[in-house]
C-alpha cells in the first residue's frame, strides 16, 4: 500500500524544547492522533550534512557532506530520486541549500527560488535563502506548492527556530518562543494535511547549544525530537531511533522499491514496507 507523505524538518529545534514548547504537536498526540519521539542526529550535528542524511539515509561521514560549506549536487540517491522514478510527485518548499543538494549548485536566487520541471528530482519547489524567512510565509508557500502540485511526497523546511538559536542561544526566550510560534503556525495546515490523508513526520535537522552553535555532541546539539502523525504510523513506543533510517521509512509509507535502512517498528505492522 502507498500513501503520500509530507515531511516537515524545523531546523534546529532541540528535544528539550520540542517536548515543552510544541502545543498543537503534542496536543494531537494527547488526543490519540500522533506520536512522540526523539532520537540523536548524526554527526557532525550540522544543517547540510544533516539534510543529506533526512533524505538520503547517509551518514555525513559516507556522504562526504561532511559541513556546511560543501556546496554541490548529491552524490547519493534520495527520497525525490526514487518518487520520481517510480512515477509519483514530489515537491519542495524549503532553504536554498536543498535547491542545491538536489537540483542545482550554486542556488542563483534570480534563476532558482521557483522550480517547475517534471523531469528533475524535485518537481516543483519554492526556495528562499534568509534565515529569517517567516516560518508563517514558510508553510503557506508549502501549502500552495500542495493544492497546485498534489505532490505524493513534500517537503516543508523552516529555518526560524535555528536562526533564533544563532542569534540569542538554545536556552532563551527567543528561541522558545521562535518554536512556538513555529507550532502556531503548523497548526494552520497539519489538520487539513491530516483531512486530505497525508502522512506526516515532523523533526528537525539538529538541535541547539547555549553558545548559540551546533556541531558537536552535547544532548543539546544532537538530541532532536520526532513525531508521527496518520494512520500508517504505529503509534507505539519505539526505543533506539536512527536518523538515517527515516528515509527508508517514509520510502516505504510512499510504496517505493528501495533498498534503504528503515524502522518498520514505526509503521503499523510493517505493513507499508514493499
Known sequence: MSHRVILVVLDGLNHAVGQHAMGHLHALCEAGRGSYHSLDCELPAMSRPLYECLLTGDRPVDSGVVHNQVVRRSRGTSLFDLAVRQGRRTAAAAYHWISELYLVAPFDRTRH?????????????????????????????????????????????????????????????????????????????????????????????????????????????????????????????????????????????????????????LLVDGSASP
Open 113 to 265: 527560488r521557483f522550480h517547475e520541471d517534471p523531469e528533475s528530482a524535485i518537481q516543483a519547489g519554492l526556495f528562499y535563502w534568509q534565515d529569517h524567512y517567516p516560518d508563517d510565509h514558510l508553510f503557506s508557500d508549502a501549502e500552495t506548492l500542495r493544492r497546485r502540485q498534489d505532490p505524493d511526497f513534500l517537503l516543508v523546511h523552516s529555518m526560524n527556530i535555528d536562526d533564533a538559536g544563532h542569534r540569542h542561544g538554545g536556552d532563551t526566550p527567543q528561541y522558545r518562543n521562535a518554536a512556538r510560534h513555529a507550532d502556531i503556525a503548523l497548526a494552520d495546515y497539519l489538520p487539513r494535511w491530516l483531512a486530505e490523508g497525508y502522512q506526516v513526520m515532523v523533526t528537525a535537522d539538529h538541535g541547539m547549544n547555549a553558545d548559540r552553535s551546533h556541531s558537536g555532541t552535547l544532548e543539546e546539539e544532537r538530541r532532536v525530537p520526532l513525531w508521527t502523525f496518520g494512520d500508517a504510523f504505529a503509534h507505539r513506543p519505539v526505543e533506539r531511533l536512527e536518523q538515517p533510517r527515516l528515509c527508508g521509512t517514509l520510502a516505504c509509507l510512499l510504496g517505493l522499491v528501495h533498498d534503504k535502512p528503515r524502522h518498520d517498528e
